[in-house]
C-alpha cells in the first residue's frame, strides 16, 4: 500500500494538462480582450465616419441646390429623410458659419464622433443656421428671400 501513495507516474502528464490548460485559457482571454477593438470598435467608427459624411454631403447638397435655385423674391421649402440611427446612436446635424465658409456638423450623441462638411463659399451669399436631431420626425430646409 505504501508503494502505492509514494507511486509518481501520473503526476507529470496531470501537471502538464493543468500547466498547458492555464497557458490557454490565459492566452484565450488577452485574445478576447485585445480583438474586440480589432473587430468591433474599428469598423463601428468606420461605418459612423462615412454614414455620417454621406448625411452631411446630403445636406449640402440640398443646400447648395437651394442656393443654386433660389429666387430673388420668394421661399423655398423642402424636406429630406435620414436614418434614425447609425451604428444604433442617434446623432445632431448643425449648419454653422465659421471665418470665411459654412459647414455642416455630424455629431453622434453619445460618442461624441464628429465630421464636418463645408459647403465652399455659399455663406458669404447665403447665411445658413440650424440644428436638427436623427430621431426627429421631419426634416427639412426652408429658405426665405428678403428682398
Not at 459647403?119 to 430621431?135: D, E
Request: charged share 15%.
Amino acid at each position: 500500500m505504501k508503494s502505492f501513495l509514494k507511486n509518481e507516474n501520473a503526476v507529470s502528464i496531470t501537471m502538464g494538462y493543468i500547466i498547458f490548460s492555464a497557458i490557454f485559457i490565459s492566452f484565450f482571454i488577452i485574445v478576447q480582450f485585445g480583438i474586440t477593438d480589432v473587430i468591433v470598435d474599428e469598423p463601428t467608427e468606420i461605418v459612423m465616419e462615412k454614414n455620417y459624411a454621406d448625411v452631411g454631403n446630403k445636406v449640402a447638397t440640398l443646400v447648395t441646390e437651394i442656393y443654386l435655385i433660389a429666387p430673388e423674391n420668394g421661399k423655398i421649402e423642402t424636406s429630406y429623410s435620414i436614418p434614425y440611427r447609425i451604428a444604433g446612436e442617434s446623432y445632431l446635424i448643425s449648419a454653422q458659419p465659421i471665418k470665411d465658409d459654412q459647414i455642416i456638423s455630424v455629431t453622434s450623441s453619445t460618442s461624441e464622433k464628429e465630421v464636418n462638411v463645408t459647403l465652399a463659399g455659399i455663406s458669404p451669399v447665403v447665411g445658413i443656421y440650424g440644428t436638427t436631431m436623427s430621431n426627429n420626425e421631419t426634416h427639412g430646409i426652408t429658405y426665405v428671400s428678403n428682398e
